[in-house]
């Protein structure tokens, strides 16, 4: 069965900088697409980033282009994303998605963006 | 970035027909969009219902259908059930960007 875990989350202050990391298992990790999506609490879904099977593709929504980075390794059978400047409206629960239908979802991890 | 439109909330009988849109501020939606639906259910997370439009995913009910209707993306509803009581969120593509939609949240009554 393919699993996701996400992990990684917690509480950074204004302007710090987090790294969310998801680990997959039961796929063959590199053929795939994957994304982040977010979802602040009791609000809607929003698309973060995504990048094709062997990294050298991505692309960011407007609001995290230069302050977010996704990338994975494909020997860890892991994917990333680090986080800087981080806002109180980052503060989300963040999915990590396998496939370019969104075919699995983690459960997510939860970003505090606190002082 | 482009905004994404869709009915905050939609109410349907049970065995009832409802069907639900995603626009775009940009104009009409097409399938060059690729448009997904996803249904998200209290304290879980989602899942995709439909892709490219109207692609079912192998667990996505037969009821459920994707369309192009009036400019917009469509999600149909037949037969509805009380478990499909959800929001649903809708997904455009911009050369190669996703926006998600506000949400439905559909009600079965």
């Known amino acids: 069965e393919v699993q996701l875990v996400e992990s990684g989350g917690g509480l950074v202050q204004p302007g710090g900088s987090l790294r969310l990391s998801c680990a997959a298992s039961?796929?063959?990790?590199?053929?795939?697409?994957m994304h982040w999506v977010r979802q602040a609490p009791g609000k809607g879904l929003v698309w973060v980033s995504r990048?094709?099977?062997?990294?050298?593709?991505?692309n960011y929504a407007d609001s995290m282009k230069g302050r977010f980075t996704i990338s994975r390794d494909n020997a860890k059978n892991t994917l990333y994303l680090q986080m800087n400047g981080l806002r109180a409206e980052d503060a989300a629960v963040y999915y990590c998605v396998e496939g370019l239908y969104f075919d699995r979802w983690g459960q997510g991890a939860l970003v505090t963006v606190s002082s | 970035q482009a905004v994404v439109t869709q009915e905050p909330s939609l109410t349907v009988s049970p065995g009832g027909t409802v069907t639900l849109t995603c626009g775009s501020s940009?104009?009409?939606?097409?399938?060059?969009?690729?448009p997904y639906w996803f249904q998200q259910k209290p304290g879980q997370a989602p899942r995709t219902l439909i892709y490219d439009t109207s692609t079912k995913h192998s667990w996505t009910p037969a009821r459920f259908s994707g369309s192009l209707l009036g400019g917009k993306a469509a999600l149909t509803l037949s037969g509805a059930q009380p478990e499909d009581e959800a929001d649903y969120y809708c997904l455009l593509y911009y050369t190669g960007v996703g926006v998600f939609g506000g949400g439905t949240k559909l009600t079965v009554l």
């Open positions: 990048i094709n099977g062997d990294g050298s593709h991505t």
């Open positions: 940009t104009g009409v939606v097409t399938s060059g969009h690729y």
């Open positions: 039961g796929s063959i990790f590199s053929s795939y697409w």
